[in-house]
């Protein structure tokens, strides 16, 4: 049974559709295929930084929910309130993200 389909439409200036067009006809496909392929590849890159991601979010959220209960601001935990292990896989998730093993500003 064939997916069913429905259209979608934008609206773009002239130059920007004459190059579309062009990159679709280069890669030999017609323009919704390529666009939908660039769609698809921006979701997909979506996807992978907030999985990357997730865990400092969750980190995030949980510190904030702590600073709630404590009354204390987040600038007064400092760099020394975030366990090793929890600096470690903030460090591996950044790695992941950028394709690095350097370390990044904030993070020791």
Known sequence: MAAKRSMITFATDPETKER??????????????????????????????????????????????QD???GRPPEEHGQDSVPDAEREEISASLDAFFGSSTRHRGVA
């Not at 698809?40 to 991601?53: L, S």
Request: net charge negative.
């Open 20 to 65: 579309i067009r062009s990159y679709a006809e280069a890669a030999g496909v017609d323009v919704s295929t390529y666009v939908m392929a660039a769609v698809g590849a921006a979701m997909a890159h979506d996807d992978q930084v907030a999985r990357t991601f997730a865990p400092l979010d969750d980190l995030i959220a949980e510190t904030e929910a």
């Open 68 to 70: 709630a209960t404590t």
